[in-house]
Structures are given as C-alpha cells and as structure tokens.
C-alpha cells in the first residue's frame, strides 16, 4: 500500500514539471524546424554545444566561478537583510527609518549596481558579491521584516511566562515561525542573485557563466548562448528541487502531517 | 495566615491610542489568595478580570497599587498559565511543547510523560499539535503547566473555546491534576458553574471600572460532582450578585 501511494506520489510529483520541459522542447524544435534560421537553432544544434562545453572542460569551473560569487553575495544578502529585517519588523520606529532605503534599494536594477560595482571594485571578488548583496537583501529583509510582524504575538506571551531562555525562543519559536518567510525571501533573492551575477560577469569579470555568454553572444553564436543558458538552468532547477524544496519540506513537516 | 497572592488598591487605566479616551480598567482592587486555594473571577466583558490575570502574570505593570507572589521559604514563586487558546508550538510535537516548559524551569525531562499522562495524553507524546481535537490540544495546554510544578497556576477562560461535553471532561481532568499536585489557582470565566464546580472561592466583578462586587465561598468537599445540586444554588447567588 505504502509503495503504491510512494509511486503515485512520484509520478504526480515528476510527471507535470517533465511535461512541461517536453512540451517547451518540442514548441521550441518546431519552430526551430519551420523557420530554418541560424538564429533560431534546433536542439540538436543546441546539444552539440551544449556538449561542447562539457568536452572543452569549460562548463564546471565557468559555472563554479558563478556559482561560488553568487554563494558569497547571497550569504552576505542574507545577513544584511535578517540584520534589517528583523529590527523593521520589531519596531514600528525603525520600519519607518528603514523602509526608505529598502524600497530604494527595491526599485534599482540589477543593471545599475552591476554598473556601479564594476566602477567601484573592478575586477575584484568584491565587485560580484556585493553587487548580489546589494540586489537581493532588500528583498529579502522585506520578507523577513513581514515574517516578522506575523509572529504571533500570544506565542510571545506564552514563552515570557513561561520563561523560556534566549536560545529556546530563537530555536523552537522564532526560527520554525520565521521559516517560511527566509525561505521565500531567499527564493526571491536567488533569483535576483542570479540575474545580476550575469551582469556583473558581462562588464566586469572574466569568467563564469556572464563572461561565457557575452563570448558566445559577440561571435553571434546562438546556439552557443543557448547552451550555457541552459546548463544556467539546470543548475537552478539542482538548487530549486534539490536543496530549496528540500528546506521547504523539512520546514513544513508539522503541517503535512496534519494532513495524514 | 499565610498568602500566595496579595493585590493592594491595584489600578489599571487604558488609553485608546486612536482616540486619546482614557478607560478604568481596574480601580482600587484589593484581595488575598491562600496557598493551594482556587479561586474564581466571574463577570461580564470589560469588567477586568483577564486584566487582572495578565497584571498577576506580569505580563502588565499596575498604574497603581502592588501585586505580591509569596512562597512560604521566601523563593519566588513559579508561575504557569493555561490560556483561552491552547498556544502551542505548532512545530513542534506534543512532548516538545511540554518539554520546553519543563526545561525552561529546570524540571527534569523524565517528568514530561507523567504530565502527559496525568491529562490521558500519554499516546499522542510524538503527534504534532494540528493532529489533535481542540479538547486535546487544550489538554497538552494543562500538561505543560502542570509539568513547571507551579505554585500558583492562572486559568484565563481555559474551557471557553470547547464544546461543553469536552469542557466538561477537562474539568474533571483539572480537579483530578490538582488533587495530585495542590497549587495555588486563579480562573477567570463567563461560566459560573464551572467557577462553582473548580473553585473554592468565587469573586464577581462589576465593569466600568472594573471592581470587586462580591464574594461566594464554596465549601463542597473534593471530588465534587458537576451535576451537585449545591453547586447550582451557589451559580444562581453569583448570578444575584452580578446582577443578572
């Protein structure tokens, strides 16, 4: 019984986004088919570039050197944005002090701290982190400083009478309450992450996946820009199933089991 | 004679901040609970009796007057409180939101499955709390303040929210917990049977301001029967006090 459920349970899970991906592959590959224009190439000729960049030994140290510069910007991003959004979401004061700068910081594009950074730090690892840093924690202190401001407030007032210490309310309240709003600020800041990395690596870096595009885009090689963006995405779809679903279910136990 | 509880002249003034109107939530209250004593506030809404309770909780300061918890060896005394909702830790299981109680009071971890026990939870232990019925939630509620072995436990309409058949069985459940360990005990309800049934002293309150109407004692020896004819006739003279 219990193996029937896990199959269903798999398909529905696996099915859908599959379909998708075919359906998008096969739209794609008949346009390709009909158009018959080198810049739309088929899959094929995608493929091939694709394993291309394998071949070359490019593909993992190009999309490691992303990788790791969005790492850093992300963490640094999150820092700043629980450092901002837990006090905005504590006191009425210091929300109306700091919802200024972070809606600023909101409405300015990626493109322009990508810019600025390149002026400001150059080539250096402190251009892409903080450009990241810099794009994403708005976001994320935002959704923090929302999380915040849900918490209920009956829960605080059981864990003052009943004395609970400094690490049981960050552990077992504040923590499993605020969940749901990282994870979705760090969602939403990943995603933000991921386009400004691109940027800063177009102007100012030479390497990694941004650098590898603005290549395959001067030698107007479409199939080519295609390929790195599409090992672009596998990687995300890696960190979104592998790891950011993976937080979410853990996070959210209690409530499916509910459910049961 | 010695006390667990003393409020002298305590006053308590709200100021709605939309309007600037000041309220008199409590004016001049003045009482002395005993230990191991029960006793029950009955009124109407806006009569001031969870404010009271939140004052005695410290979850409030008074404007005027003093609250003193005493302990015979002159320690402070441990405070528990079960509320008009369960609140409890939805994240965590049954025994986790017990345990945490226990452990903020530096009670060994072994006491969580007599607590739960004690309230007939003793299986649901790894169940999370949205598994559970209202009633039982409630219950876990009882176990975690009964886990701290408080000396003075606040009741803030802990029934209100259940069907009557469930009140009904949690009310038992209480008299029998209190049997086994005695604490020190204040209720606030709407409901004067069940105050007539737990309590050992009944106080109604008056609103705007909120004060001190009346005093019933309830002298019927434990374990009293809910369906004791005594217990009526005390509701009805609570009833006369407050006006109904």
């Known amino acids: 019984m219990?193996?029937?459920?896990?199959?269903?349970?798999?398909?529905?899970?696996?099915?859908?986004?599959?379909?998708?991906?075919?359906?998008?592959?096969?739209?794609?590959?008949?346009?390709?088919?009909?158009?018959?224009?080198?810049?739309?190439?088929?899959?094929?000729?995608?493929?091939?570039?694709?394993?291309?960049?394998?071949?070359?030994?490019?593909?993992?140290?190009?999309?490691?050197?992303?990788?790791?510069?969005?790492?850093?910007?992300?963490?640094?991003?999150?820092?700043?944005?629980?450092?901002?959004?837990?006090?905005?979401?504590?006191?009425?004061?210091?929300?109306?002090?700091?919802?200024?700068?972070?809606?600023?910081?909101?409405?300015?594009?990626?493109?322009?701290?990508?810019?600025?950074?390149?002026?400001?730090?150059?080539?250096?690892?402190?251009?892409?982190?903080?450009?990241?840093?810099?794009?994403?924690?708005?976001?994320?202190?935002?959704?923090?400083?929302?999380?915040?401001?849900?918490?209920?407030p009956d829960l605080l007032e059981m864990a003052h009478v009943f004395h609970f210490g400094p690490l049981a309310r960050a552990r077992d309240l504040w923590l499993p309450a605020l969940a749901p709003y990282l994870l979705s600020g760090a969602r939403f800041g990943l995603s933000l992450a991921w386009k400004v990395i691109v940027l800063v690596e177009i102007f100012g870096m030479s390497s990694g996946v941004g650098y590898q595009l603005n290549a395959a885009f001067s030698s107007q090689n479409v199939a080519l820009v295609l390929a790195w963006t599409l090992a672009f995405g596998v990687v995300m779809a890696v960190l979104e199933y592998g790891v950011m679903q993976a937080l979410e279910r853990r996070a959210t136990r209690w409530r499916r089991s509910a459910r049961v | 004679m010695s006390v667990a509880v003393r409020l002298t002249g305590v006053g308590k003034t709200f100021t709605r901040p939309e309007t600037g109107v000041s309220e008199i939530a409590l004016r001049d209250i003045s009482l002395s609970i005993e230990p191991g004593e029960l006793v029950a506030f009955v009124g109407?809404?806006?009569?001031?009796?969870?404010?009271?309770?939140?004052?005695?909780?410290?979850?409030?300061?008074?404007?005027?007057?003093?609250?003193?918890?005493?302990?015979?060896?002159g320690a402070v005394p441990r405070l528990a409180m079960v509320f008009q909702q369960p609140r409890l830790l939805e994240w965590r299981t049954v025994a986790e939101n017990v345990r945490l109680a226990a452990d903020a009071a530096g009670i060994p971890r072994e006491r969580v499955a007599p607590a739960l026990e004690a309230v007939g939870l003793a299986a649901y232990g790894g169940a999370f709390p949205l598994m559970l019925?209202?009633?039982?939630?409630?219950?876990?509620?009882?176990?975690?303040?009964?886990?701290?072995?408080?000396?003075?436990?606040?009741?803030?309409?802990?029934?209100?929210?259940?069907?009557?058949?469930?009140?009904?069985?949690?009310?038992?459940?209480?008299?029998?917990?209190?049997?086994?360990r005695p604490h020190t005990g204040i209720l606030v309800t709407h409901n004067t049977l069940e105050a007539a049934f737990l309590a050992d002293r009944i106080l109604s309150f008056g609103a705007h301001p909120g004060r001190i109407v009346g005093e019933e004692r309830v002298a019927i020896p434990r374990p009293r029967d809910p369906d004791d004819e005594r217990l009526f006739r005390i509701h009805q003279r609570v009833l006369r006090e407050l006006g109904v």
């Open chain 2, 133 to 180: 019925s209202g009633g039982q939630r409630q219950r876990v509620a009882l176990a975690r303040a009964f886990v701290v072995e408080p000396d003075i436990i606040l009741f803030d309409e802990p029934f209100s929210a259940l069907d009557e058949l469930t009140a009904r069985t949690l009310r038992s459940a209480m008299q029998t917990v209190r049997a086994i």
């Open chain 2, 44 to 73: 109407p809404s806006g009569s001031g009796k969870t404010t009271l309770l939140n004052l005695i909780a410290r979850l409030q300061l008074p404007d005027t007057g003093a609250v003193e918890l005493t302990r015979a060896d």
């Open chain 1, 2 to 152: 219990t193996a029937v459920i896990d199959a269903r349970a798999f398909r529905s899970a696996v099915v859908p986004p599959l379909a998708c991906i075919v359906l998008v592959a096969v739209a794609w590959q008949t346009m390709a088919s009909l158009l018959h224009s080198p810049l739309l190439p088929g899959l094929t000729e995608i493929g091939g570039a694709f394993a291309h960049i394998a071949a070359s030994g490019m593909l993992v140290p190009q999309i490691a050197a992303t990788l790791g510069r969005v790492a850093l910007g992300f963490a640094l991003a999150f820092a700043l944005a629980v450092a901002i959004g837990l006090p905005m979401g504590r006191s009425p004061r210091a929300r109306r002090f700091l919802e200024p700068a972070m809606l600023i910081g909101l409405t300015v594009p990626g493109l322009v701290w990508a810019l600025l950074c390149v002026i400001w730090f150059g080539v250096s690892l402190a251009n892409p982190i903080v450009a990241v840093a810099l794009s994403a924690a708005p976001a994320i202190a935002i959704t923090i400083a929302q999380g915040v401001r849900n918490v209920d």
